[in-house]
């Protein structure tokens, strides 16, 4: 069975089962998880396995390992690939790791920002974001046996995060992304939101649900942000703690949150579990398939949304609690800064191929490309200007103009390049929870319009070429080197 081609049939609705080991408190066993894996298969409704790429789990197994076990079981490995631990050419060598042991799907995803305990610091490598390495794996698409998936994250607070979630998704399909994943959430009238926006924005990609079976510790660990970006909802809080240690009532909801998204129209389930325990997951699936036919009943006790501090791209329908098909109306946009108002002048009086001072900056900047002093002056006149305007890195290769003129190279710890990463909350970076603004949430308010989403008009910026570090992004943009590959000859 093809985990990607169920989902794009319209008759079945295919589970995947969610064995990301990190989410537990303290790991699984690997044998815990190959019998949760045996079972799961033997009960005949779930085929597919979400696992994470570790090299060496804490157990001492590796992912290759465990996506050897499901294969050789029956069942379908779907392996997540973290960008945030990876640079390009070892996540593609990764992959085809993978692939040679017969692996076909997988899942890019940004990753989780590595804590920094104190006597273990451990650096990240985000050398790519998802979007870069959807475009990087064009070849392999090519050969079109794999399938790609993405995730998104429908159940964010603000404006300015929820829009910019959309935009990346956007941008993720147009490079080749074939499904779609939720991060985990609970609110139902998102869930739906999501849907709206992809059939407004003509996004054809099947969407996979994100269901964990919660009760009140796994609402302890979100709340300890062992998962970045997501958040328990005051509601659902509420419930959990008059459930107290009812895993009935963790089990029941989780069933019935399944029969409604698939109601909704989701094309498939990722059910997750605290536990290895296979055997409460199958009670959910066999509480989902009776429940089925009485879904829109639900709605009602599933109504977990904090809906007085978010943000809804929709307006809400007051008869299902879930939204109607007008977008709803959004805040106003703030003054533009005055570094962004000079900015955007200097930008269109020297970048713009019609501007006033395009050829001359051109010239001047081919004039400097072979003479070594004033390619020098040049480089250093860019270096204290730039940097005491943006905090520019010098990485010589400017996506100033699509960012707002805000700089991703010093604003954002996992240089997320076309889109933020699902870890922010609350507008807040997940790095610095309460402390630093998501980088994408200040590009956002530079770039809106009065009374209006952001139009976004930059394309999805490829991977940069990293032999310009240190170079001047001046020089480069018209000599045609940097990710604009511009040919300004007949300029
Ligand atoms: S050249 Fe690179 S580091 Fe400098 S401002 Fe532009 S994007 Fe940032
Ligand atoms: S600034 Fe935003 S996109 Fe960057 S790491 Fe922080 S939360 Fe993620």
Redesign the pocket.
Known sequence: MNFASELSRNTSFPICYNLLPHFTAKGQEYTALTKCVTEAVNDGRIHTFLLADFLIHRQGFSSLQLAEKILASGGEPVVSLSLTFNDRDTIIDKLQGYYRAGVRHFLIV?GD?PSQAPNKPTRPVSEIDSVQLLMLLDDFQKKGDIAKGCVVSPFKTFESEQVWQYEKLRRKIRVGADFIITQLGYDIRKFDELIRFCALHEIAAPLVANIRITDMQTARLVQARSI??VKIPSPLLHTLHEEASNRQGALGRAAKVLAVLKGLGYDGALIGNHSTDFSEVKQVLDKAEALQNDWQNFLDELNFSDAESSFYYFRKDPQSGLNRGETASVALKHFPSPTYSFSYFVDWLVYVPRGPLFKLTGRFCHFCSTRKFWYTFLWLLEYVSKGVLYGCKMCGDCTLYACGFLC?QS??????LN???????EG?????PEK??????KVYHHMKGVNQHVTFVAPPIPARDTSLHRTSSWINFFLGKDHRKMNFDDS
């Open positions: 940004s920002y970045p970006g991703y604003g954002c710890p996992k240089k997320m889109g933020p990463c699902g870890g922010s909350s807040y970076c997940e790095v610095f630093k603004r998501c980088y994408w949430v």
